[in-house]
């Protein structure tokens, strides 16, 4: 699945808010072309009017105030900017008042260098969603989102983990935005009121793949949507017949290291590729490189890019069999 | 011929032979303006062949010859050499220091040698921030706002960085200090505040800034440094800091330091319309008090870059109402100056062109301010490329370009000189034009959700690139031809005489082209108004040797 053509989800204006956030910019947009031309139109016309060839020095004015235009030109302004001051502040305060945690849905976001984890409260069978979502070099999109029904208020607690740096979750579609910040909890709400893909860009400039942590929000219809909430499936659109992904390859790629290293091609993201590394390096190499990344740094790397990964004992074994298995 | 501060100048130490070493040394304003000018335009090259580096890279989505890391790189060293080499001291440093002691009829700055002393500074905060580019770690990557926590973790060389800016705030403290005394101190008997030339008044309103304001990014910048090496958590929520008490202290100076850049540039402007207006200048204290007002109301609104960072919606809601009092006394000037050329003579050299074009670009550099001052619509464009095509309009078409009118305008006080008008119109009219084509897609595609910062960006978005692109050529084409201009007007064109734009403040009425070491002969009485016409003929004239009126 592709990310969505961004400018069809932008026109769209699929959140319920964002109507309010486009009524105050055009409002905007026009004040702001009166009060230009106010200043422009004037210009042209008086270089034009009292060009060099067409004034005698004799009736030039030395003329420096006019009490009543100046106050005109003083107050309307300001009463301008003053509805503008309203707008901004009304569209600001449906944007940002939460809708009570009955009646929505709360998901807690983390982002980190350069990948997005959602994870959802339990189902009726107490299996809770976790989903990563990485940008795919190769599809040239995000494989998994975020899934919401239509018509359902949805609160984002989202968070970056403590040793991470700043990032932004920014939804075009929706007109919202709210920074991602390491060891503080933000929050931003929605309610998506068209079923479709919406992109989510990260807006906050945080390193190498900054221009890669793209996730998407999938707007979905109720019943699709609680029939996937209900199962155990990964997301709704995966094959449920499909062969079960390999206990490493899913931990590979809840991981995030997909967003970094390519495993099947030579191709370099940010990391080097991992494609045959089994035939480079012994476990005890692979362990370490994923447990203490900045112990042995490949050549052409820098440390600090890879983060550590606190990983269970048998999850990195599960993780250094598929890359040993990546021929 | 008379000697002018070409021949001969004062030095800070001894009386050196080698007129190489003569310059090195020298405390002249005039000479030291001109070393900033050589210096400054320098660095804005390189940060302009930076900018067309990026401009190449993102002509396409996907990477074309650089990577990411190295875009990285190349915006910040954009940024900080645009912010802090050559924008924050830009007008001061040149036009300020060669312009206006001789406005006030003074002889220097109060503090020569200091002034000597902040020109080496400043050459040393440069060379601390371009020496990370030849060490191993490589130039910063964290933008120019090094935002922490990033800037605390990244493995680039940060603190080559912060400690070029702390030095470079340092120099700009001294030159506020510098200009406040001089303007209090050395003003020609007669010249009371409301006498003063406007550009002297944004000088004036700008020196406050630097003097109060830069300290608090010093502080932030030896904080930052002091967390990065010593670990003392105030920053770093690891180590139990609050990365967002960073991005706070950052805007508390870098707000008013957008101001501290238009202020003067705005002087710049109050000079050349009425001048070329044949005209005096419409509500001159109007323009004078609304520089004060911006200065001051511009030190509370610096919340209005943080609506997304987590702050409370309250001081959201603060900061945005006080932001929209700063665009009023903006506004008011732009009436002002329109309101000059009611019934004035208009005269379309070259300067009044760039003034006139400034008045287009920046009333949309202002007006798109105010877009992103409403929190609402700001939340959706904050950090997409609308705000940096509005930051562009700002600073390039408005600081930028009154900058260059500046210097048309005083071309030919400072080189005795006239450059050729119809090719430096030429290249105004080519700026002009690839500047619009340059920036006004921008804000296209930020609005639909471009975000700023980005090496590689979703294919929608690649036509408003390629417009950018193409902007950009014809910019640095027009650029690169008005620098030939004046390169061919400074070795070749015809004297100028001392008043060629039949102006009226005193930086006029030198006794010599170009002005000699000490500037007017005798300090000259002031009991007239600085834009004083009569049938568009100035009215004040004076005997240069003696500084007597004689009208
Ligand atoms: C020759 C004309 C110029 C071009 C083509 C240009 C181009 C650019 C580009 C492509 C970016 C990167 C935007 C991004 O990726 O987010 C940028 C950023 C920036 N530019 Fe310019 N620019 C020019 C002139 C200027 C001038 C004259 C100034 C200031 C005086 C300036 C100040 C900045 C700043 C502060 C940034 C932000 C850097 C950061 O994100 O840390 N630019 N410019
Ligand atoms: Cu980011
Ligand atoms: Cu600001």
């Known amino acids: 699945m592709d990310v969505n053509n ?69 107050l309307i302004p300001t009463a301008l900017m003053m509805v503008l ?104 709400w929605f309610e998506a009121d068209k079923v479709g893909e919406y992109d989510v860009e990260c807006a906050e400039y945080c390193g190498t793949a900054h221009s890669y942590m793209y996730s998407k929000i999938v707007v979905m219809e109720r019943a699709d949507y609680d029939k996937w909430f209900e199962s155990s499936a990964k997301s709704p659109f995966e094959d449920a017949s499909a062969p079960a992904l390999s206990k490493g390859q899913s931990l590979y790629e809840d991981n995030g290291c997909a967003g970094c290293h390519s495993i099947d091609t030579d191709a370099i993201l940010v990391g080097p590729s991992l494609k045959g590394i089994g035939a480079k390096h012994d476990a005890a190499y692979l362990k370490d490189a994923i447990l203490t990344p900045d112990k042995v740094v490949p050549e052409g790397f820098y440390p600090g890019v890879m983060p550590p990964f606190a990983l269970p004992e048998a999850d990195v074994a599960e993780l250094v069999k598929y890359m040993q298995s990546a021929k | ?109 109060s503090f020569p040698r200091l002034n000597w002393f902040t020109f080496w500074l400043y050459i040393l905060g440069a060379l601390v921030a371009l020496a990370s580019l030849f060490t191993d770690a490589g130039f910063a990557d964290t933008g120019w706002t090094f935002y922490a926590p990033y800037s605390l973790n990244t493995g680039t060389n940060v603190i080559f960085t912060l400690v070029a800016a702390f030095i470079l705030g340092m120099a700009s403290i001294l030159t506020g200090l510098n200009f406040l005394v001089t303007i209090h101190r050395l003003r020609a008997p007669g010249m009371t505040f409301w006498k003063m030339p406007l550009f002297v008044w944004g000088i004036y309103a700008t ?233 006004f897609p921008m804000f296209i595609a930020g609005y639909y959700g471009m975000p700023r910062r980005y090496f590689d960006y979703l294919p929608e978005f690649q036509i408003y690139h390629q417009f950018s692109f193409f902007g950009a050529v014809i910019f640095i084409t027009g650029l690169t031809y008005m620098f030939v201009v004046f390169f061919k007007g400074w070795t070749k064109g015809k004297p100028s005489g001392t008043n060629p734009w039949n102006a009226t403040t005193l930086e006029w009425h030198m006794p010599s082209s170009p002005p000699p070491l000490e500037n007017h002969s005798k300090v000259p009485y002031v009991d007239f108004e600085p834009y004083e016409y009569h049938h568009g003929e100035p009215v004040v004239k004076f005997d240069y040797e003696t500084m007597k009126r004689i009208d």
């Open chain 1, 6 to 74: 961004t400018l069809s989800g932008f026109n769209s204006m699929a959140a319920t808010f964002a109507a309010d956030v486009d009524h105050a910019f055009w409002l905007n947009f026009w004040i702001s072309i009166v009060l230009g031309m106010t200043v422009i139109i004037p210009m042209f016309y008086f270089a034009w009017k009292y060009r060099e060839s067409n004034v005698k020095n004799e009736d030039i004015s030395n003329n420096s105030h006019n009490t009543p235009l100046e106050i005109a030109w003083t």
């Open chain 2, 207 to 439: 020196a406050w800034i630097q003097l109060l304001a830069t300290p608090v990014v010093g502080i932030t910048l030896i904080l930052a440094i002091m967390e990065k090496y010593f670990g003392i958590g105030i920053f770093d929520p690891a180590k139990g800091g609050d990365p967002v008490l960073f991005e706070h202290l950052f805007w508390i100076y870098s707000h008013p330091a957008v101001y501290l850049m238009i202020l003067p540039a705005f002087g710049i402007m109050s000079e050349i319309i009425p001048t070329f207006s044949r005209r005096t200048i419409f509500g001159y204290r109007s323009i004078a008090l609304s520089s004060a007002s911006i200065a001051g109301v511009g030190y509370l609104v610096w919340g209005h870059h943080l609506y997304t960072s987590g702050m409370a919606d309250t001081a959201k809601v603060i900061f945005s109402f006080l932001t929209f009092f700063v665009a009023i006394p903006t506004g008011v000037k732009f009436y002002d100056w329109v309101a000059t050329m009611y019934k004035g003579k208009i005269i379309l050299s070259t300067p009044m062109l760039w003034a006139l074009g400034t008045i287009i670009t920046f009333t949309i550099g202002g007006l798109t301010g105010v877009t992103i001052a409403m929190i609402g619509v700001d939340i959706h464009l904050q950090d997409t490329y609308y705000t940096v095509a509005h930051f562009h309009y700002a600073m390039l078409g408005g600081v930028v370009f009154l900058f260059f009118a500046g210097l048309h305008y005083w071309f030919p006080l400072v080189t005795g000189k006239m450059y050729n008008e119809k090719q430096a119109k030429i290249a105004f009219y080519l700026q002009f034009v690839g500047f619009n084509l340059l920036w």
């Open chain 2, 1 to 109: 011929m008379s000697k002018s501060y070409f021949d001969e100048t004062h030095c800070a130490i001894g009386h050196p032979k080698s007129t190489f070493m003569q310059w090195m040394l020298t405390i002249d304003h005039k000479r030291i303006g001109l070393m900033y000018a050589a210096v400054m335009f320098t660095f804005f090259f390189v940060a302009v062949a930076t900018a067309f580096v990026m401009r190449l890279e993102l002509f396409a989505p996907g990477a074309q010859f650089i990577d990411g890391d190295t875009f990285n790189q190349a915006f910040t060293l954009h940024g900080v050499i645009m912010i802090f080499l050559f924008i924050i001291p830009g007008v001061p440093a040149v036009l300020g220091n060669i312009v206006m002691p001789l406005m006030i009829g003074a002889k220097d700055v």
């Open chain 1, 85 to 188: 001051f309203y707008y901004g502040y009304t569209s600001m305060k449906t944007l940002r008042t939460m809708p009570a945690a009955s009646e929505s849905i709360t998901i807690k976001v983390e982002g980190s260098k350069w990948k997005w984890k959602y994870e959802y409260p339990a189902n009726k069978a107490g299996h809770v969603h976790k989903i990563t979502s990485v940008y795919d070099k190769k599809i040239g999109g995000v494989k998994r989102g975020l899934y919401v029904p239509k018509g359902q208020k949805v609160i984002l607690e989202m968070t970056s983990p403590i040793n991470d740096v700043i990032h932004a979750y920014f939804v075009p579609a929706f007109r919202m935005k709210e920074d991602v910040i390491p060891g503080r909890t933000t929050k931003q």
